[in-house]
């Protein structure tokens, strides 16, 4: 039988996925683009260091989308793409599966 550490192994992608905060990123990125200090303020326990480290990969694997915008001092947007849009329905598809198994 195959474990899940075993599964994180093998594929970088799943493992980067159900890192810590990242489902909960795309969460809160599914709704709008938001800010870097809104997404910091709504996710409570989160440093600066590990919010940007985790927007990277995201945006490292087409899942966000970074969107600088010319203004005094810049302001950067987060956004889902095409495809963060799909791994964001696919996540809901499985906090709905883990909700009817408890």
């Not at 810590?20 to 990123?25: G, K, N, S």
């Not at 302001?75 to 799909?86: E, M, P, R, V």
């Amino acid at each position: 039988m195959t474990t899940a550490n075993q599964i994180e192994q093998r594929d970088p992608f799943l493992q980067m996925i159900v890192s810590v905060w990242t489902p909960e990123l795309i969460s809160l990125l599914r709704s709008r683009p938001l800010r870097f200090g809104e997404l910091k303020q709504k996710i409570p326990g989160i440093s600066s260091k590990v919010l940007t480290a985790r927007l990277r990969s995201l945006q490292e694997k087409g899942i966000v989308h970074r969107d600088v915008l010319p203004s005094s001092p810049p302001h950067t947007l987060y956004s889902l793409t095409h495809f963060g849009a799909k791994v964001s329905s696919v996540l809901g598809l499985l906090g709905k599966l883990k909700d009817e198994t408890e």
